[in-house]
């Protein structure tokens, strides 16, 4: 079992639509990251988290350290939010490991 | 624009022959990671340098190498090229000496293709 899981693998939605994503993780953490990974490959730094909940712009970001889940959300989803995200952990007192999920393959169609 | 660069973009090369792939990371940044990021693997952790020093290991190969130089740019050596080597590698920078200390700021990745 992979220590980071994310879920869906894949995700199709009409523009406008509320967007969820799950990262759950075995391993005591420090921080989780979200990463947006476009198509053309580049890779932006979303949020990164320990506690509560983050939000920027028309993503927002939670995460509950007791139940070892985060979840990304993206409202009023638009075609541009089309990309990967990708859940990053970092371990807890291995502040040099960071483990990356498989990523979510998000497309919204217009 | 994160401040990153990386050169070059993409990279042919055969097997058995010696690459390096370049970073700049973004100014004031003194962290550079690299990674790589291979279709069946995901993104994976190959190691870190800050300030000049090799900071931490991930899963990297005895065949690869990098370094940091005075002027924080860093280099990733990759030799006795492989096909299974073939994959994107980026760069990322941040300011702080942990890795969870300050946000991650990512290069465009270099995409090496081993023939």
Known sequence: KNEVEQSPQNLTAQEGEFI???????VGI????WLQQHPGGGIVSLFMLSSGKKKHGRLIATINIQEKHSSLHI???HPRDS???ICAVLMV???DKIIFGKGTRLHILP | DSGVTQTPKHLITATGQRVTLRCSPRSGDLSVYWYQQSLDQGLQFLIQYYNGEERAKGNI???FS????P?????LNLSSLELGDSALYFCASSVARRVGGSPLHFGNGTRLTVT
């Open chain 2, 71 to 75: 002027d924080l740019h860093s280099e």
């Open chain 1, 83 to 85: 990309a990967v995200y």
């Open chain 1, 20 to 26: 969820t994503i799950n990262c759950s993780y075995s």
């Open chain 2, 61 to 63: 190969l005895e065949r």
């Open chain 1, 30 to 33: 420090s921080a989780l990251h």
């Open chain 1, 93 to 95: 007192n291995r502040d």
């Open chain 2, 66 to 69: 990098a370094q940091q130089f």
């Open chain 1, 75 to 77: 409202t009023a989803s």
